[in-house]
């Protein structure tokens, strides 16, 4: 199989998976244990991991709080503020669903416009909500620009940022955002934890109560296992950040030009200037995206996001840049990834190629 499918997750990096093995054996102990040796070393792992995550992009160990993922994350930082919500149409389900969200529509290159964010702020708004990078464009939005909108009157300012650690940079004091949310297996980390940065003097109310962990924010007890394998795969992301944009951006330019120069008014959407480097997401001429991934189950690739596959309406994102359904049914989603090899990228062009041209054949008027 080619895994071109890096937004929905992302395979283990093996030396994630090497710090990890420690802690799935001998050392099991529970981090919220004080009475023994056990516990203290669990404990001390763990807020190694927090700082990592903390050093990767630009905060304190204080200020991240370890969730079960950036769903969780992104629930706990929109009903954890008091006020209205502003967010943007094309945000993750688990943004638009926390909560009754007023939406900002975004232009036809998927991205925000600031003047149009500033006249959207109602004396309502407490806290405005924009994904750094959207799970099916792409797109990096100006989130500093954002920020200093929202900041001019007052407001919050809340990032997903569950697709943009390891694919783009992040500091949240250079973004000067107020809250963000990560998720360690988009990230080459494991699946089941993630995080909430909470910049520090913010009160934000705890959307799990119980035993008072994680600083009295999210009770329940942090996995050892997931927590030191986000710390590790954060830490890989910020220092090998670079290196991987460079290389995916090569083979992603080279993938679309293949497929351009094969399939005639072949469409890209959302901006390609403002974009992280692995993505693409493509509109097919004549053929539907369904019938163009079974024609080629060599290649994984999808038709939108992964938390929302179990709606048959179209992709909410792609409507919100004005596609119509009919060229919505025939979007796909492609992310390359750390571990993409050139060889792959040729092959992966030679079957989705044939495959188009064998349906837009079958669909040809004879």
Request: overall charge negative.
């Amino acid at each position: 199989m080619i895994y071109l499918d890096h937004h929905a997750t992302t395979p283990l990096d093996p030396r994630v998976r090497e710090v990890m093995l420690p802690y799935l054996g001998n050392e099991f102990g529970n981090p919220h244990s004080r009475d023994h040796a056990a516990g203290w070393r669990a404990r001390d792992s763990v807020e190694t991991a927090r700082r990592e995550v903390a050093a990767a992009i630009g905060a304190e160990a204080s200020e991240i709080v370890f969730t079960s993922g950036a769903t969780e994350a992104n629930n706990m930082a929109l009903r954890g503020i008091e006020g209205g919500v502003l967010a943007s149409a094309i945000e993750h389900p688990s943004v638009q669903n926390a909560r009754d969200v007023l939406i900002l529509p975004v232009g036809q290159d998927g991205l925000v416009d600031a003047e149009r964010l500033a006249n959207a702020i109602t004396g309502e708004t407490r806290l405005v909500s924009v994904a750094l990078v959207n799970h099916e464009l792409g797109v990096v939005q100006p989130i500093e620009e954002i920020a200093r909108v929202c900041h001019d009157k007052g407001m919050l300012l809340h990032a997903d940022c569950a697709q943009a650690l390891g694919k783009t940079a992040v500091n949240v004091r250079r973004l000067d955002v107020d809250l963000a949310s990560f998720s360690a297996h988009k990230a080459y980390g494991p699946m089941g934890i993630g995080a909430l940065f909470i910049r520090r003097g913010i009160d934000v109310k705890p959307l799990i109560t119980g035993g008072g962990q994680e600083m009295g924010l999210r009770a329940g007890t942090v996995p050892l296992p997931l927590a030191v394998g986000f710390g590790a795969a954060a830490n890989i992301a910020s220092r090998e950040l670079e290196a991987d944009r460079r290389r995916i951006g090569g083979l992603r330019d080279n993938l679309l030009s293949k497929l351009k120069a094969a399939i005639p008014g072949l469409r890209v959407n959302g901006s390609m200037t403002a974009r992280i480097p692995g993505n693409l997401s493509l509109t097919l001429p004549s053929v539907e995206a369904e019938a163009f991934m079974l024609e080629m189950p060599e290649v994984a690739i999808s038709a939108g996001s992964a938390c929302a596959s179990g709606s048959d309406a179209p992709s909410a994102v792609l409507s919100a840049i004005g596609l119509a359904p009919e060229a919505a049914a025939r979007t796909v989603r492609l992310c390359l990834g750390r571990f993409t090899a050139a060889e792959e990228m040729e092959q992966a062009a030679a079957l989705m190629i044939a495959a188009w041209r064998r349906l837009a054949a079958e669909r040809s008027p004879s």
